[in-house]
T-cell receptor, first 111, second 114 residues
Framework: GQQVMQIPQYQHVQEGEDFTTYCNSS?????IQWYKQRPGGHPVFLIQ?????EVKKQKRLTFQFGEAKKNSSLHITATQTTDVGTYFC???????????FGGGTRLMVKP | NAGVTQTPKFQVLKTGQSMTLQCAQD?????MYWYRQDPGMGLRLIYY???????DKGEVPNGYNVSRLNKREFSLRLESAAPSQTSVYFC?????????????FGEGSWLTVV
């Protein structure tokens, strides 16, 4: 079945530093979604990318979808303590309307 | 805006006990899901229901049963709880598959089996 891998698993940064998490799929994806989960919270949808090579920005967050539609990245510029949490990518699953989630990247920001 | 509501929020069970996690969504979504998340881990799909009247196994279905009671409600049952089922359970829903389709999660149910 389809697998979605995320790296790194954990990342500690100093506040103000940049952060990037990478997502790789074993198969071509029709779209990819990103979610953020704050500590103790539930995953919340951030964005969806559909087109090959697509780049979308949300303030300090930049999302990219690879040309081959098998990888994606999330880059945060000048991290803040409010960015703390786990970031998940997810792609369409093998059947039904399910999503397959990556293992997540846990971001910790030192003030 | 209720969105996805799941109960209970916290539960402690003894090994061998049974319980049902309830989930309801008020967004008229077709598909509903149950995920589990172990500490420091990602989300693993237990069961899903693509539409009312259908249910299918996900990645980790063993030890669980589900019921799609109607379009709004999707329950998860543990017949004989085991310590390995200690986890956070998330119910989620989505409209239909396709671009622009996002998953909405409930706030989670923290289950401890002792």
């Amino acid at each position: 079945g389809q697998q979605v891998m995320q790296i790194p698993q954990y990342q500690h940064v100093q506040e103000g530093e940049d952060f990037t998490t990478y997502c790789n799929s074993s198969t071509t994806l029709s779209n990819i979604q990103w979610y953020k989960q704050r500590p103790g919270g539930h995953p919340v949808f951030l964005i969806q990318l559909v087109k090959s090579g697509e780049v979308k920005k949300q303030k300090r967050l930049t999302f990219q979808f690879g040309e081959a539609k098998k990888n994606s990245s999330l880059h945060i510029t000048a991290t803040q303590t409010t960015d703390v949490g786990t970031y998940f990518c997810a792609g369409p699953g093998d059947a039904g309307n399910m999503l397959t989630f990556g293992g997540g990247t846990r971001l910790m920001v030192k003030p | 805006n209720a969105g996805v509501t799941q109960t209970p929020k916290f539960q402690v069970l003894k090994t061998g006990q049974s319980m049902t996690l309830q989930c309801a969504q008020d967004m008229n979504h077709n598909s509903m899901y149950w995920y589990r998340q172990d500490p420091g881990m990602g989300l693993r799909l237990i069961y899903y229901s693509a539409s009312e009247g259908t249910t299918d196994k996900g990645e980790v279905p063993n030890g669980y049963n589900v019921s799609r009671l109607n379009k709004r409600e999707f329950s998860l049952r543990l017949e004989s709880a085991a310590p390995s089922q200690t986890s956070v359970y998330f119910c989620a829903s989505t409209a239909i598959r396709g671009p622009g389709n996002t998953i909405y999660f409930g706030e989670g149910s923290w289950l401890t089996v002792v």
